[in-house]
């Protein structure tokens, strides 16, 4: 006579392979999680550094073009030491380059500590035009004149970074940035 067994289970070699499957899938699984969130790292850094660097440009681009009317190489800027008033094949390069607006007020972005401000004569302290995050550096301002009669042309660049004390080249964003505004009349 056959007696009926009852299997409710699951014997110890099924129970050893199913380990030894999720044994192998698991570092996999982990490896690439692991790659994800180092690369959405590197995505929030670059994202971060992009929007400052074109803030900064913007803001000095906006400045510099709806309202200088002269270049000058010192600040307080006066008739005497105003520059780029003539032709030259090669740009000067001037820092600070401090600039006057037409209701003879001065102006100029400085470069300190690792980020840009902006000076006016008619604000009380300087604004920073970065925050924290990102680190400014190689920070040049020139000045060119195709000729006599041309409006000067202000050549602006700077290298930003993400502020990070890492070396490792995936938490590393760093970019150069540089425009060329012609002042209005």
Do not use: W
């Amino acid at each position: 006579m056959m007696t009926k067994t009852n299997k409710k289970g699951f014997t110890i070699m099924e129970m050893l392979i199913v380990l030894g499957i999720i044994g192998m899938v698991l570092p996999t699984v982990f490896t690439i999680l692991f790659v994800v969130f180092r690369q959405q790292t590197k995505i929030i850094a670059l994202k971060e550094v992009t929007r400052q660097g074109d803030l900064i440009l913007n803001t000095m681009q906006t400045v510099i073009k709806n309202n200088a009317v002269s270049v000058h190489n010192a600040y307080p800027s006066n008739a005497g030491n105003q520059t780029c008033t003539t032709a030259s094949a090669t740009p000067t390069t001037i820092n600070p380059m401090v600039f006057r607006d037409i209701d003879d007020n001065s102006f100029y972005f400085s470069f300190g500590s690792s980020s840009i401000a902006s000076t006016s004569s008619v604000m009380a302290q300087p604004f920073q035009l970065n925050n924290s995050k990102v680190v400014i550096s190689n920070f040049t301002t020139r000045c060119n004149r195709t000729s006599t009669f041309s409006q000067p042309l202000i050549t602006v660049g700077f290298d930003i970074s993400y502020n990070t004390s890492s070396t490792r080249r995936e938490d590393v964003a760093r970019l150069h940035y540089e425009t060329k505004i012609k002042m209005k009349n």
